[in-house]
């Protein structure tokens, strides 16, 4: 809004000034240069009418981008609204701690309010089972066959071992990106079984988990980090998780422990996994890289907002998050409207206006956001102009917008809401992201282009890169380059039989500059979310392969054939 509103001051005043010089009999006073004393009264006026053309200019330019939202918020609302900070939080057992803790989703997270800060929440994004463990080292040697990485844990709850359920073990990979790529590359890609290694009393030294028992966490539709994910399709969330909250790509996952027996005098273990990759040359691992009970957590959280008073005098509606913290809560999204008759103080529940049609059109709402010069884009809501003598209630979620950044430090999200089990502590492990300013208005047609896309557009390279761009709200170098690295894709198709099944379906080949990456591990990283974005759009009915060619060292990477999800 600022833009426009600067324009039509310069508008007012240079633009002004010339034309009262070459008109000076009809608009000779449009000079204000040539004015010895300003009037602060009129100065005013000037600037209020800069503000009201500059409003005028903005609806024009935005008029048609108007019809885009509306068709966006109902088919694909993440990609409406800002990308919120994110951060990774971490459960601590204590030794109280008598059985294993569900902690659900959505458990809020807040800052304490110290020096004047601002409390700031975050919710957890996903379930998470805390585990009584900690991890007390983690080494890494070369090997003859490649590299092995010990990870030791160490029982801190005093609880019997049985009553703990250790079906997961879930760990949040922690470093800069070459060696949380590759750490996450050997993990998951050991080439020999992994092993739990106890000390004495323990009457078997060695037990063997399953092949495959280390797996990428929070890569599938159920790992998204915004709430309303869902309403679209899921590999749009994928996207944008990756290249906005790269964190959520940093989760591992240990299964095959639940048949394990423990002796009840045994205070730890060390799990074992060997692989033919290997950490990039001077980095070193330790506990502080592997870090275990995580889950991500994003800045959103459940509010009320401000009460509106129908008066029948408004098209719409300003929806104020909270008037005593208008510069620190903002409005997300908007979840439910209710309606109080002041007259009979019957409820009413108001609908969105895209949701059925079946719904008295009387109290349905619509939605729209505009920018008007605040911090963020606002929210305002329409409603019917035949309903008077009402108080609305809205229900929100809000964020904080950019101050977890700048007021947030690491293990300082340690205020957890009612529900948090009181045998279980928790604090933030990184420090919280930027927020995510979402697409110019002018990409909003070409979002909603995605709406039609096919898998087959898929395998057309610069469609592939363009798809991706949309979802970097990130505007990070790394993001770029990574997109700009894909040279070729290639596809055809491919019979085989697969444990006794026939399977018919397409291998996908990508050409991928290397050099765009800070190291090898970094191309797998990023391909295997791809691999699972093809997935996910691919078909229920059509297998997938990912073949990957690093160019310039010709080196292959394969993604064993799977069938896609899209019903």
């Not at 997938?544 to 064993?560: A, F, G, H, R």
Request: a negative charge; proline letters at 4%; charged letters at 20%.
């Amino acid at each position: 809004m600022h833009q426009y509103f600067d324009a039509q001051m310069r508008l007012l005043t240079q633009a002004g000034k010339q034309f009262a010089k070459s008109y000076p009999e009809h608009a000779g006073m449009l000079n204000l240069d040539s004015l010895k004393d300003r009037d602060p009264h009129i100065e005013r006026l000037l600037e209020g009418v800069a503000y009201l053309t500059a409003h005028v200019q903005q609806r024009l330019d935005n008029a048609i981008p108007e019809v885009a939202q509306q068709i966006l918020r109902q088919l694909c609302p993440l990609l409406l609204n800002y990308y919120p900070s994110t951060s990774v939080l971490q459960f601590t057992p204590k030794v109280a701690m008598q059985s294993s803790q569900e902690i659900s989703k959505g458990m809020q997270v807040s800052n304490e309010k110290l020096h004047g800060k601002n409390m700031c929440h975050f919710q957890t994004t996903q379930n998470i089972k805390v585990n009584p463990f900690s991890v007390s080292h983690v080494t890494y040697k070369d090997t003859q066959q490649g590299a092995q990485v010990r990870v030791g844990l160490k029982w801190v709850c005093s609880g019997e071992k049985h009553a703990y359920d250790l079906s997961n073990l879930s760990f949040y990979l922690c470093g800069d990106t070459p060696l949380t790529s590759t750490l996450f590359h050997l993990l998951t890609n050991t080439n020999q079984a992994i092993e739990l290694e106890f000390k004495a009393p323990q009457t078997e030294l060695i037990k063997v988990l399953p092949v495959n028992s280390c797996q990428g966490l929070y890569h599938d539709e159920n790992g998204a980090i915004l709430p309303n994910a869902k309403q679209s399709h899921p590999s749009y969330a994928m996207l944008l998780d990756y290249f906005n909250a790269k964190d959520r790509f940093c989760f591992v996952n240990v299964t095959g422990m639940q048949n394990i027996t423990f002796d009840e005098n045994c205070d730890g273990f060390e799990l074992v996994f060997k692989s033919n990759i290997k950490l990039p040359l001077g980095n070193q691992l330790s506990a502080q890289n592997m870090l275990i009970n995580c889950v991500p957590a994003v800045n959103l959280f459940s509010h009320s907002a401000e009460p509106i008073n129908l008066d029948n005098k408004q098209s719409e509606y300003l929806v104020i998050a909270d008037n005593d913290h208008q510069e620190s809560i903002y409005t997300y999204s908007v979840e439910s409207v209710q309606g109080r008759d002041t007259s009979t103080n019957d409820m009413i529940e108001f609908t969105s206006r895209y949701t059925s049609v079946f719904d008295d059109e009387k109290y349905q709402y619509t939605l729209s956001m505009k920018d008007i010069g605040t911090a963020v884009p606002v929210h305002y809501l329409q409603v019917s102009q035949d309903i008077i003598k009402q108080t609305l209630s809205v229900d929100i979620n809000a964020f904080n917008a950019g101050l977890p950044r700048h007021l947030i430090q690491e293990h300082e999200l340690v205020k957890a809401g009612r529900d948090m089990p009181k045998v279980v502590s928790v604090s933030n492990v990184t420090r919280p992201s930027n927020f995510y300013k979402n697409p110019e208005q002018s990409k909003q047609w070409q979002l909603i282009s995605l709406l039609n896309l096919k898998f087959s557009q898929l395998t057309q390279t610069n469609e592939l890169k363009r798809i991706l761009n949309l979802f970097d709200w990130s505007e990070r170098s790394e993001n770029r380059h990574r997109i700009e690295s894909i040279q070729s894709i290639t596809t055809k198709p491919i019979s085989l039989i697969k444990r006794g099944i026939f399977i018919k379906g397409i291998e996908l080949t990508l050409n991928i500059d290397e050099k765009k990456f800070v190291c090898s591990s970094d191309v797998y990283h990023f391909c295997n979310m791809l691999h699972h974005f093809f997935l996910m759009y691919a078909p229920i009915n059509e297998s997938v392969q990912t073949k990957v060619v690093c160019v310039p060292s010709y080196n292959e990477l394969i993604w064993q054939v799977a069938a896609g999800t899209t019903r």
